[in-house]
């Protein structure tokens, strides 16, 4: 089966609508064996870069073989600077751009390796901490999204002195994850303002669905980036949303479904700052 695509991957809510929309077709296709043909559109967001290359496991849990055909060289070129492309020609082998997340995988030496090459400067201590709490995003991720395929990634904006670290799920992501732990399953998944209450919830500093011990939260996530001056998006079920630079939270609605649940963290080049833990002596 084919299925020619001409709609734009950017940026913004739009982009998040388009991506919905061709997993869903994806999903609902009748054939088992799909080429996808992206066509029209020549810019691309790096996030949905990011996104197109997790379609082809998003296609593997539901046992669907997907190959994708971009419309042109430069197109291309940007597949293969992050890494999607030898990923999967190498037979799915990792690098520190474009990984698979399992709890046997080196993903986390390739995120502490990303991390040291953060264009921030940072005391040891306070890079501890920042590798935790992005190891913990992928780690609940891995544990508790009941998916079969966790991807990663890292990423730079060329020209622009900023650094993305991603995580995307085939499972039932954030929005799945707290109806199942709070007993809310019998609502519809559709509600879009339940699902905004479950997302402000998950971001609410002291807030889990794992019993004690648990893990550091988003909410610290939300600190860093707030004082770094960067940008946090998480996109599950029909919610997008986004912490601005300033630190505004915004939310916006999809059409569409979004299968599973993305997440990306960008960081700012900020090297006339020294970052340290509260009350941390230098």
Known sequence: ??????????????????????QNKILNAVDDDIDVYLIGSV????????LLGCLIVLGMQYGKRIRLYLPDKHVM???????????????????????????????????????????IHMTKKSQEILLSLIGEVYNNAIEHSEAKYVMGGCYKKQGK???????????????GCVRKALGNIALS????????????????????????????GLD??????????????????NVVFVQNPSGEH???????????TFFEMEIIEDKNVLYRLRGEEI
């Open 1 to 22: 089966m084919r299925i020619n695509y001409d709609r734009k991957f950017s940026n913004g809510r739009s982009a998040f609508e388009n991506i919905a929309d061709l």
């Open 43 to 50: 810019r691309y967001g790096k996030a949905f870069i990011f």
């Open 77 to 119: 070129e940007h597949f293969r600077a992050m890494g999607i492309l030898d990923y999967y020609r190498q037979q799915k082998r990792n690098s520190k751009n474009f990984f698979r997340l399992d709890k046997t995988s080196n993903a986390m030496r390739l995120v502490e390796k990303n991390i040291y090459e953060l264009p």
């Open 161 to 175: 002195k900023k650094l993305y670290f991603s995580c995307y799920d085939t499972g039932i992501g954030i929005v």
């Open 189 to 216: 998944i559709e509600d879009y303002d339940f699902n905004k209450r479950i997302i402000k919830w998950a971001l609410r500093r002291g807030t889990s669905t794992k019993p004690p011990p648990r893990g550091l």
């Open 220 to 237: 610290w996530l939300l600190d860093f980036a707030r004082l770094n001056h960067g940008r946090i998006t998480i996109c599950c079920s």
């Open 250 to 260: 915004n939310f916006s609605r999809l059409q569409n479904k979004f299968q599973g």
